[in-house]
């Protein structure tokens, strides 16, 4: 009785960190801006929140490019989970931690 209570203490522990991940609607992103290093990407939203994500890896294609994000599931854009696709070269990125930088109120640029 006790390793099953046990077992089920892990797996809701384990269900509610996985939920805590943020996902970004890929509709309602308006741009996104790669840093000149190809190490981080600035993703605005249309509701004017700002969100920075620090790749896990360098992408130094990115900045020359575009890219398109390879969506798996219905979640969205990701982060720790998701990767993008450079449009010319094929280089693969992944995202990492969303960290929020601001907001700019709507109507400004």
């Known amino acids: 009785m006790r390793t099953l209570c046990l077992s089920i203490l892990l797996t809701a522990s384990l269900a509610t960190s996985a939920s805590a ?3 970004l609607r890929e ?3 308006k741009s996104t801006v790669p840093s000149p290093d ?3 990407l600035t993703i605005t939203m249309r509701d004017g929140k700002v969100w920075q994500n620090r790749l896990q890896g360098a992408c130094p294609d990115l900045k020359f490019d575009g890219f398109s994000w390879v969506i798996r599931g219905t979640e969205g854009v990701c982060e ?3 990767s993008l696709k450079v449009l010319e070269s094929g280089q693969v990125c992944l995202l ?3 960290t929020p930088v601001k ?5 400004t640029k």
């Open 27 to 29: 509709r309602e992103i």
């Open 21 to 23: 991940a943020i996902c």
């Open 80 to 82: 720790n989970s998701q």
């Open 103 to 107: 907001s700019v109120p709507r109507g």
């Open 96 to 98: 990492g931690k969303f």
């Open 38 to 40: 190809g190490r981080m």
